[in-house]
């Protein structure tokens, strides 16, 4: 469980985060806003990186993964997560099976001898994952976790977070809503350092109804403003504008995705 009572950080005179608060419980929640909300810096306070205001509780027991992980090359991948045990305090009598599970869970045991600077982009940050969830964190913290992820590492990275979702706190920071929706209970849209909404991935969904209109790329000229076109789409051979706005449209309201209700929410067109 985590709690956050009126968080805010600075950089200098440029408010980062602006009075933030959550309470996190058991779970899997989903982190999102544009570039440049917060995310990493509300991520890295709640890690204990950042001094900050406010009042930030948390277990003791907290796995991190940042957004850029990448050091230790001359280390090799079981020496890497050694010290990463030594660090949480793992003993080491468990050390040898924890690193081992971990390892394995992320496809990585084969190269557990290898040094870091032979593995991929990918491989790392697979490696970055298990040093995160090793000795099992009540809190776990991922910061755009599966960027560079190929499609089976993804869908096995959320399997594996599906599997601790029972017994501790995950927060995921991403921009892939896809992958919000496949793995997160609840939701945190952060805009320009302020939380601006907490919900369910379906409550910010059908928040979007009857804002989203498939409208004729023929009749675009027709559109009422204010509206946003999300994309063009093919129909049975015809081009479609997905457009959002909570103004009748000259077309059809269809069924909003999670991808339009984030859009939606960011957009502030309610
Ligand atoms: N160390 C720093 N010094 C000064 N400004 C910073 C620092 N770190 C972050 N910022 C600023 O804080 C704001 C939020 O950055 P942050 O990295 O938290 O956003 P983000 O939501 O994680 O973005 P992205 O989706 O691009 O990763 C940005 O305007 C960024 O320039």
Known sequence: MLTVDNLS?????????????????????????????????????????????????????????????GAFRELTVYEVLEYFAELKGIPSNRQGKDIHDCLE???????????????????????????????????????EPTAGLDPEERLRFKNLISQHREDCTILISTHIVEDVEALCDH??????????????PENIRKAAMKHVWHVSEKRQKELTSPYYILRREQIDGEAYLRVLSNEEQPGKSIQPTLEDGYINMIRGIR
């Open 187 to 200: 939701i945190i849209i952060l805009s320009h350092g302020k939380s601006i909404c907490q919900d369910t």
């Open 105 to 143: 869970d992320v496809n990585l045991w084969e190269r557990h001898s290898d040094k870091v600077k032979t593995l991929s982009g990918g491989m790392i940050r697979r490696l970055g994952v298990a040093q995160a969830l090793l000795g099992n964190p009540e809190l776990i913290l991922v910061d």
């Open 9 to 69: 950080k600075s950089f200098g005179k440029k408010t980062v985060l602006d009075n933030i608060s959550v309470q996190l419980t058991h779970g899997v929640y989903g982190l999102l806003g544009p570039n440049g909300s917060g995310k990493t810096t509300f991520m890295r306070c709640v890690a204990g990186i950042y001094r900050y205001n406010g009042r930030i509780i948390t277990p003791s027991n907290v796995g991190y993964l940042p957004q850029k992980f």
